[in-house]
T-cell receptor, first 114, second 113 residues
Framework: AQSVTQLDSQVPVFEEAPVELRCNYS??????LFWYVQYPNQGLQLLLK??????LVESINGFEAEFNKSQTSFHLRKPSVHISDTAEYFC????????????FGGGTRLMVKP | EAQVTQNPRYLITVTGKKLTVTCSQN?????MSWYRQDPGLGLRQIYY???????DKGDVPEGYKVSRKEKRNFPLILESPSPNQTSLYFC????????????FGNGTRLTVT
């Protein structure tokens, strides 16, 4: 079984400042890793994913995450946030060869202030 | 437009009154799933379906039923709702390939009094 821990339930940050949302996972098998974003009153949308290859993955809107196998982490970063990045972010894992069975973390609410 | 459609968006009901939340997807996805979202707990899987007539329990299946008679539809049934089932529910679907992104509906906020 897998588990996901998002270390911060809320992260307040000023606009144009950098941000890091932390995610650690536990698994006895190899995993795929995902970040989903949830804007107010909406469902979740895939932000980025790591399946294999380069450990640094990027999204189209400037976020990036790095898979660190030794630290079992997949932290999400953005060098300069915008007001529109205000949302809840979920880290998720699925075991390789286990289809699309995702285990989600508890979520981190990113609050970008002007 | 490719989408997952859930209905209703909001539902208030009383303990014991059977209800159904519908979910439909137009992307020909094999895999469909139901989650509940509660503060601080993230999303927890209730049931999932790998294809028509194939369903299985997730992490929190007690008190829920599902069916998958057609590929596009995956309704969630609460035979006798209780207050601890007050939550935000999401339906999601994807192709049955590892790493395929989940597509989520906009959610159903259920209140059981």
């Amino acid at each position: 079984a897998q588990s996901v821990t998002q270390l911060d339930s809320q992260v307040p940050v000023f606009e144009e400042a950098p941000v890091e949302l932390r995610c650690n996972y536990s698994s006895s098998v190899s995993v795929y890793l995902f970040w989903y974003v949830q804007y107010p009153n909406q469902g979740l949308q895939l932000l980025l994913k790591y399946l294999s290859g380069s450990t640094l993955v990027e999204s189209i809107n400037g976020f990036e995450a790095e898979f660190n196998k030794s630290q079992t982490s997949f932290h999400l970063r953005k060098p300069s946030v915008h007001i529109s990045d205000t949302a809840e972010y979920f880290c998720a894992v699925s075991a390789v060869n286990a289809g699309n069975m995702l285990t989600f973390g508890g979520g981190t609410r990113l609050m970008v202030k002007p | 437009e490719a989408q997952v459609t859930q209905n209703p968006r909001y539902l208030i009901t009383v303990t014991g009154k059977k209800l159904t939340v519908t979910c439909s997807q137009n992307m020909n996805h094999e895999y469909m799933s139901w989650y509940r979202q509660d503060p601080g707990l993230g999303l927890r899987q209730i049931y999932y379906s790998m294809n028509v007539e194939v369903t299985d329990k997730g992490d929190v299946p007690e008190g829920y039923k599902v069916s998958r008679k057609e590929k596009r539809n995956f309704p969630l049934i609460l035979e006798s709702p209780s207050p601890n089932q007050t939550s935000l529910y999401f339906c999601a679907s994807s192709f049955d390939r590892q790493g395929s992104p989940l597509h989520f509906g906009n959610g159903t906020r259920l209140t059981v009094t």
